[in-house]
């Protein structure tokens, strides 16, 4: 008890912190029944051993928001050793800062030690250090220190708030239920700063501003354009993530012109540049993300792989169109595209092997998928990914880049018996057109062992 007061008192978490505004039940509205389980158990826990415990940051902006959070955060003045004595199920986790996952079932419970605002704080294991690169970008800090601190430390004046389930008040530093009130997001600190520290504070603040209806405070949109570069100095798995967060937030469709128009697309999907000045990519683009959207908000699965695929296609189709016009032989020259796109994106955005592997399953689809005649047809059916490349076929059809009737097409034959689907084959049109004059010509089998029409298995439309 005495180490842990005189800690307390000498990284200043008795003395000197500012007083918050505390917004009583009455003037919120959140009772404690709002709080999961998990995250009620571990603040009882921490408050009965003498810590301080609020549930922090999004799960409180939510519920003053009338939504519900997704998952509960907790913050505390407890060190990770103390929580993980506390709790026989949890674990550490964490390079730059270590905070603890508490398991209670199903449900994780993220608990971290109030941050400090300089190494002048309580450290831990480390030392206490806090480094940063010469652009100010923050690479290390594990610096402890009290609730006022950490208020200032966190991003969005709307994101610093805390919950404390034992008086259900909501404690507020920084004025975030004002900014809530006000639709207004606002960066905590001078922005250049803060972006400086952490420049995915920039994406951050366009997935917020789409995501919860905020329009973006003027200071703390001024400095973004001029600081998009930065961007580059992030380790690409934290840009991915984020992005991410950001294309699987239910509201892509917004998100995504606002990266363009706050210029941050430069950073992550420079590609995307080329399609959205073109009609007809815009079109396909901007129907692929508000179907995303609709999907998610419904509570239906989403391929990350699949959304890449439809944000990346325009530019890999202009590529196989133009080195099929330099006479390239047409599967060929798509795999060489898609090698082209994959390569040029991986230099702002490292898209993982996992998700670019099914980009490409789905594209190579797609002129298999315009073949309707002979075997090729039932063969495309028992392609594993085949509801992928069909789903995507629909999108180009919807958004004019084919012709509808061949998503029509495609939807009568999987419904189809065996009579029916042998009667829709077409006679005169894809690969199979003309294939014995062609074997007695001498003619050019393609991957799947068939002969391959050289014009028909170019991109209609």
Known sequence: MI??????????????????????????GIGRNAISQCASRVTQTLQREGFAAFVVGGAVRDLLLGRRPKDFDVATDA???????????SRAIGRRFRIVHVMCGPETV??????????GANAGEEGG????????????????????????????????????????????????VADLKRRRLRLIGDP???????????????????????EIDPATRKPVRRLADLLANVPPARVLDEMLKLLLSGHAAQCVPQLRKEGLHHGVLPLLDVTLEQPLGQRFVMLALR????????????????????????????????????????VPALYRAMDEVVRAQAEKLAIPHRF?????????????????????????????????????????????????????????????????????LLKDAGPGRGRRRRRRRGGRRDEGGGMRDEGASKVEG
């Open 110 to 119: 993220e608990v971290s030690t109030f941050r400090g605002a300089n190494a």
């Open 356 to 424: 670019t592997a099914d980009m490409k399953e789905i594209w190579a689809l797609q002129p298999r998928l315009l073949q309707r005649s002979g075997k090729r047809p039932y063969r495309a059916l028992e392609h594993p990914r085949f509801r992928a490349g069909y789903d995507f076929l629909l999108l180009r059809c919807e958004s004019g880049e084919l012709d509808k009737e061949i998503g029509g097409w495609w939807e009568r034959f999987q419904r189809a018996g065996e009579a029916e689907r042998s009667q829709m």
């Open 192 to 214: 250049e700063s803060r972006y400086r520290e952490d420049p995915i504070r920039m994406l951050r603040a366009v997935r917020f501003s789409a995501s919860l209806g905020l």
């Open 129 to 176: 250090a806090r480094v940063a690169d010469e652009h100010g970008r923050i690479l290390r800090d594990n610096v402890f220190g009290n609730q006022e601190q950490d208020a200032t430390r966190r991003d969005f004046t709307i994101n610093a708030l805390f919950y404390d389930p034992a008086t259900q008040e909501v404690w507020d530093y920084h004025g975030g």
């Open 291 to 330: 179907k995303t959207d609709e999907r998610i908000l419904a509570g239906k699965p989403v391929s990350p792989g699949f959304l890449f695929a439809t944000l990346l296609w325009h530019e890999a189709l202009a590529k196989w169109k133009a080195y099929e016009g330099k006479g390239e032989h047409p």
């Open 3 to 28: 180490t842990r007061f005189l800690g307390k008192m000498f990284s200043g978490r008795l003395f000197g912190p500012a007083q918050p505004g505390i917004i009583p039940l009455g003037a919120h």
């Open 79 to 89: 060190t990770p050793e103390e929580v993980r004595g506390l709790f026989r199920r």
